[in-house]
């Protein structure tokens, strides 16, 4: 289904405050941005979750829970949604979002191939550990970010994303186990502090827009609403990938996926700190599995010996109560255990 996006004939674009807040704390916050067109987000993303009736496994598209039956669909995420149908690729260039992300990262915009909606379900949303989107696909410069669009309400209950403000500007931190990509910060090795960690509310239709170093994850869904959002990722259009064009080696597709401006082939080089992600997580046997399976859940006791101090996000973090990754292949974390964020 493609429908033509309404958008509001002068779109907003970010205040010198909001601005400011990016650059300083490294994400925002931005009210009311899809307006008309959440309906239709809610209404596309609806179809596609409801064509998991039938489904077997999971496909290139969705992600299924472990409680996943064909009679009984769950969707814990939608991949690629650009690729899952021509509205989101459209929404991708929404006026109001491009709006916004260009006093951030210029003129020229790039969509990266990847993306998701994560569905966060009522009653046992997964929480997501902390990582950096860095890590996943560091860039030639750090004109790079994530938008998250919101089609529920996002509060305490809910799993909010949780942010590290300022991390954007400390250092890039390992996101490997045994030698292996995990997608996730080891906090207690890493000698991270995560109590000054804020939640993010805002009603649907905003957009969070945070930048690919910050430091962010989110916690578990308590409550009996689901909670979805969709990860759009961004780039100026010289920030070139380091890992290699995404997907299909193919320039005509990279600069297919320009939504703003015109692409270049010189990337702008920047003195930014990079760790190359090693070793896919998608290729990690079963032993290296277990054995990032043992870190992470070393990981979540560390964080409930850390929660001692009574910050407010301890007791949240320390509900992480155990990790089993989604390493890819047709395994896929329990419901309500951690999971890692995907490229
Ligand atoms: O869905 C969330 O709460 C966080 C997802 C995320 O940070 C990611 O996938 O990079």
């Known amino acids: 289904m493609s429908i033509v996006m309404r958008q509001l004939p002068v779109m907003q674009s970010l205040t010198q405050a909001q601005i400011a807040q990016y650059r300083a704390d490294g994400y925002v916050l931005v009210q009311d941005v899809l307006d008309d067109t959440l309906a239709d987000l809610c209404r596309v993303t609806d179809e596609i979750v409801a064509s998991a009736q039938g489904v077997e496994d999971h496909t290139n598209i969705l992600d299924l829970e472990a409680s996943h039956t064909p009679d009984a669909p769950r969707v814990r995420r939608i991949k690629q949604p650009h690729l899952a149908d021509p509205f989101y690729r459209e929404l991708a260039a929404h006026g109001g979002i491009m709006a916004a992300l260009e006093p951030l990262i210029g003129d020229n915009i790039r969509l990266r191939a990847g993306g998701k909606i994560n569905m966060k379900s009522a009653d046992y949303g997964s929480p997501v550990e902390w990582h950096q989107d860095w890590a996943f696909y560091p860039h030639t410069n750090q004109d790079v970010l994530a938008v998250g669009i919101l089609l529920d309400d996002m509060d305490a209950d809910n799993g909010p994303l949780l942010v590290l403000p300022g991390s954007h500007r400390g250092p890039v931190y390992d996101h490997h186990s045994h030698g292996a990509f995990c997608g996730a910060i080891d906090v ?4 991270l502090d995560v109590s000054g960690a804020r939640e993010l509310h805002g009603e649907a239709g905003s957009i969070t827009i945070h930048h690919a170093r910050l430091v962010h994850g ?24 380091l890992a290699g064009i995404e997907h299909l080696n193919d320039l005509e597709d990279f600069n297919g996926r320009m939504v703003h401006g015109e692409p270049t082939l010189r990337p702008r080089l920047e003195d930014v700190p990079v760790k190359m992600p090693k070793g896919r997580s998608t290729r990690i046997s079963g032993r290296s599995r277990r054995r990032i399976s043992n870190t992470l859940t070393e990981l979540c006791d560390g964080r409930l010996r850390r929660g001692g101090g009574g910050a407010p996000l301890a007791g949240r973090v320390s509900s992480f109560a155990c990790a089993k990754l989604g390493l890819g ?7 309500g255990s951690a999971t890692v964020a995907v490229a």
């Not at 207690?188 to 000698?191: F, I, P, T, V, Y």
């Not at 292949?329 to 419901?335: L, V």
């Open 218 to 241: 989110s916690g578990v869904n308590k409550s009996d609403r689901q909670r979805r959002v969709l990860f759009f990722e961004y780039a100026a259009a010289d920030a070139w990938p």
């Open 329 to 335: 292949g047709k395994r896929q974390p329990r419901e």
């Open 188 to 191: 207690a090795r890493e000698g």
